[in-house]
Nanobody
Framework: QVQLVESGGGLVQTGGSLRLSCAAS????????MGWYRQAPGKQRELVAT???????NCADSVKGRFTVSRDNAKNTVYLQMNSLKPEDTAVYYC???????????WGQGTLVTVSS
């Protein structure tokens, strides 16, 4: 059974930084892509950033230049380095991974990021 275990959320002041991690397990097939989505109160879940096993990334315009997604393929782990955080970045951040061979999507339980003004 596929599991995505997230860590690294918390409370930070405007302009601060946080790093999220997500370790995927339970599949004999590769996870591709992996990444992050977020959902703010009263809003729909939206893409933050994804990364393929080859290193190609896709980032939302709202986070470009501030957030960096990376992954360690050997560890099936994806990271999200968040810098220059703003109050509008406050949301529950969900790890995402697709098992390419089966075209199945998996989600983590979510980790709360709160940016105080």
């Amino acid at each position: 059974q596929v599991q995505l275990v997230e860590s690294g959320g918390g409370l930070v002041q405007t302009g601060g930084s946080l790093r999220l991690s997500c370790a995927a397990s339970g599949s004999v097939f590769s996870f591709n892509p992996m990444g992050w989505y977020r959902q703010a109160p009263g809003k729909q879940r939206e893409l933050v950033a994804t990364i393929t096993s080859g290193g190609s990334t896709n980032c939302a315009d709202s986070v470009k230049g501030r957030f960096t997604v990376s992954r360690d393929n050997a560890k099936n782990t994806v990271y999200l380095q968040m810098n220059s955080l703003k109050p509008e970045d406050t949301a529950v951040y969900y790890c995402y991974a697709r098992v390419l061979a089966k075209n199945l999507e998996h989600w983590g339980q979510g980790t709360l990021v709160t940016v105080s003004s």
